[in-house]
T-cell receptor, first 113, second 111 residues
Framework: NAGVTQTPKFQVLKTGQSMTLQCAQD?????MYWYRQDPGMGLRLIYY???????DKGEVPNGYNVSRLNKREFSLRLESAAPSQTSVYFC????????????FGQGTRLTVV | KQEVTQIPAALSVPEGENLVLNCSFT??????LQWFRQDPGKGLTSLLL?????REQTSGRLNASLDKSSGRSTLYIAASQPGDSATYLC??????????FGKGTHLIIQP
């Protein structure tokens, strides 16, 4: 009954370091998403993958790259971390139709110092 | 660009009260609207999903309504309990991309 699983749960990076946030879902969903949550800003979409093999930019894509590795996995990469990328990152998935319910992971709390 | 607003930003009420959380959105061309609950330091838990063709959905003590033409939704919580304390988020889906979220209502139920 895992749903959407994100790793790691917490991470501290130094400015300029790189890292990859991992996300996997076991619900056979077609669509996957990455959001960031900042105080006073709400959740904002970074990138999404409407189906396996496709990725598209969301509202705040700068400084990030994504890979839809297969139907289950969608990773988010920070090539050169900046303090402005300190945030809580959430991965989500949905069946893929416009009417489908979205399910979220537990989040990754990232601090860039 | 779709914008979602939630009012009030924070609410504190005694246990047992019925309460209403409000959500408004600027573009009525949506597929659905979803209400989530978020506990401190945790992920988002889906509470209710209302399709654009529906007027309301119910789950236990929760009832959500949708008036798509006026761009409004309400989440009604009956007989509130301290365990209902959390941040409640409203989000709308307008296309193949993701959800557009409001900033949430921080709810405290006093024992």
């Amino acid at each position: 009954n895992a749903g959407v699983t994100q790793t790691p749960k917490f991470q501290v990076l130094k400015t300029g370091q790189s890292m990859t946030l991992q996300c996997a879902q076991d619900m056979n969903h077609n669509s996957m998403y990455w959001y960031r949550q900042d105080p006073g800003m709400g959740l904002r979409l970074i990138y999404y993958s409407a189906s396996e093999g496709t990725t598209d930019k969301g509202e705040v894509p700068n400084g990030y790259n994504v890979s839809r590795l297969n139907k289950r996995e969608f990773s988010l990469r920070l090539e050169s971390a900046a303090p402005s990328q300190t945030s809580v990152y959430f991965c989500a998935s949905s069946e893929g139709s416009g009417r489908a319910e979205a399910f979220f992971g537990q989040g990754t709390r990232l601090t860039v110092v | 660009k779709q914008e979602v607003t939630q009012i009030p930003a924070a609410l504190s009420v005694p246990e047992g009260e019925n309460l209403v959380l409000n959500c408004s959105f600027t573009d009525s061309a949506i597929y659905n609207l979803q209400w989530f609950r978020q506990d401190p330091g945790k992920g988002l838990t889906s509470l209710l999903l209302i399709q654009s063709s529906q007027r309301e959905q119910t789950s236990g003590r929760l009832n959500a309504s949708l008036d798509k033409s006026s761009g409004r939704s309400t989440l009604y919580i009956a007989a509130s309990q301290p365990g209902d304390s959390a941040t409640y988020l409203c989000a709308v889906k307008g296309g193949a991309d993701g959800l557009t979220f409001g900033k949430g209502t921080h709810l405290i139920i006093q024992p």
